[in-house]
């Protein structure tokens, strides 16, 4: 009998400084339906099988990609191109959510492919960002992100790979 073992290598968003600070709105919901906004953390764990090395994967790699992502969102009004009325001009975004009007800067914006800024669907939005920015080892069985939105609570998302 064969016995594989899968070991992951973890980043602590907190501690390594993956962070963005960013402002959304959640259409429908009585409090998170008013514009506010989060210091986020990224956290990932990457699970496989070791190389002839003894790594997983290098946690330089894995940390560098998601900083770029955490930069991207930084600083920014966060917008689901999905479920939410916006018009995009040359210079500005209009935004009708939960029967309030935004008018916003362009380069405070950033607008993501997803149905509502949740933490759930950061976690997803993060996960297929660091698979498409990632050449991933063949060694890599399964993938989880998670995404504070400040200490003790966030989700997370774990997605087999392969």
């Known amino acids: 009998m064969t016995i594989s073992m ?3 290598v973890e980043v602590d968003g907190w501690r390594s400084g993956i962070r963005f600070s960013s402002a959304h709105m959640i259409k429908g919901h009585e409090k998170c339906g008013k514009l506010h ?3 986020y953390a990224i956290h990932a764990r ?3 099988e070791k190389d002839k090395d ?3 994967v290098d946690f330089s790699m894995i940390k560098s990609a998601l900083r770029k992502i955490a930069d991207q969102l930084d600083h920014k009004v966060l917008i689901p191109e999905k479920n939410t009325s916006f018009d995009e001009g040359e210079k500005e975004i209009k935004i009708s959510i939960n029967e309030k009007h935004y008018v916003i800067p362009k380069e ?7 149905e509502s800024v949740t933490v759930e669907n950061l976690a997803e939005y993060v996960l297929d960002e660091l698979i498409d920015r990632l050449s991933l080892p063949k060694n890599i069985k399964k993938l989880e992100i998670g ?6 609570q966030g989700a997370k998302i774990i997605r087999s790979i392969g």
């Open 6 to 8: 899968i070991s992951f």
């Open 108 to 114: 405070d914006c950033f607008l993501l492919p997803i």
């Open 147 to 152: 995404v504070d939105e400040g200490f003790g």
């Open 37 to 39: 906004g989060h210091t």
């Open 54 to 56: 003894g790594f997983i």
């Open 46 to 48: 990457v699970y496989g």
